[in-house]
Nanobody, 134 residues
Framework: QVQLVESGGGSVQAGGSLRLSCTGS????????MGWYRQVPGKERERVAA???????TYPDSVKGRFTISKDNSKNMLYLQMNNLKLEDTAMYYC????????????????????????????RGPGTQVNVSS
């Protein structure tokens, strides 16, 4: 049974830093696609970082230069280092992993092999809340 559990969230002032961690069980982080999402109630989910098999990382402009995704294969863990946090970074953060059967990973995103349509990761953790205040 696959399980992802996030930790490291909390409250921080704008300009501060947090490091989120994601512990994986039932899967091996070294050979799967993984990423971090965030969501605010009433808004669409936003992917903030993605990590491909070969170490390729992708970030949206909203966090580029401030967030860094990484993993420790020996500990089977995924991380998200968040620096220079802004008020708009307040959200529930989730780690997600593994492209489902019939899809492939490219640049940290999953795509259906036959249509190249985007697909969600197979697994997601319960989330950790990040609150940024002024």
């Amino acid at each position: 049974q696959v399980q992802l559990v996030e930790s490291g969230g909390g409250s921080v002032q704008a300009g501060g830093s947090l490091r989120l961690s994601c512990t994986g069980s039932g899967l091996i982080v070294s050979n799967i696609c993984m990423g971090w999402y965030r969501q605010v109630p009433g808004k669409e989910r936003e992917r903030v970082a993605a990590l491909d098999y070969d170490g390729t990382t992708t970030y949206p402009d909203s966090v580029k230069g401030r967030f860094t995704i990484s993993k420790d294969n020996s500990k089977n863990m995924l991380y998200l280092q968040m620096n220079n946090l802004k008020l708009e970074d307040t959200a529930m953060y989730y780690c997600a992993a593994d492209c489902p059967r019939g899809t492939y990973c490219s640049g940290g995103y999953c795509y259906v092999r036959t249509s190249m349509a985007a697909a969600d990761f197979s697994y997601r953790g319960p989330g950790t809340q990040v609150n940024v205040s002024s």
